[in-house]
């Protein structure tokens, strides 16, 4: 009889998990989503309260924060490819950077993004390292295959790691080290961030290459 209840509750158990396996995900993007939507939504506060969708349809329409903003960052982009925006681009980061504090963090954010968005490996590598201390494992990206400065003073060639924390993958730390104590992984960026965000429960499958076959002798 105890047989009998005891794989009742492994049953029920074990839909319950299914049911939340399935459902958490969903809920999550749904929520995910739902909080961006809202935030986009916001962009359209910059407009005329005249011309608001609201006072146009009479009602609300969410996304449409999400169009607006694509269009304003679509219509900057070829305002400023063209040489008279450049040119007020120009100036108006020269202002920026005249201004103490404002320099500090524009300049900084306009670098990672240039990092980031660029055509470069920024972001696109992951390796492994010991860290914190020997024998022990942590897995991050490589930024930046030379840190000319440090391998200059130290007399071999570094490396810009940034490793992510737990459960935020955009909370980390930047560290330099040897270029010879990093190992690259063949793992994806993806499947690297999802075994950050998840503490190591989501582990992806080891990538094997394939082996080229040999060419038949002449």
Known sequence: MNGASGGRKRSLRRYLVAGVLVWLPILATVWVVNFLLQIMDRTLLLLPA???PEALLGF????????????????????????IGRRLVFWGEDLLNRIPVVRTVYGGVKSFAESVLSQSNSFRKVVMLEYPRAGTWSIGFLTAEDVPEVSEKLGEPHAAVYISAALNATAG????????????LDMSVDAAMKMIITCGVVVPPAVHKAIPLAKPAA
């Open 50 to 52: 005249g011309v608001r």
């Open 60 to 83: 609300r329409v969410p996304g449409l924060g999400l169009l607006f903003a694509l269009l304003v960052l679509l219509l900057t982009g070829v305002l400023v490819t063209n040489l």
């Open 173 to 184: 730390y930047l560290v330099v080290v040897p270029r010879r104590q990093v190992v690259e």
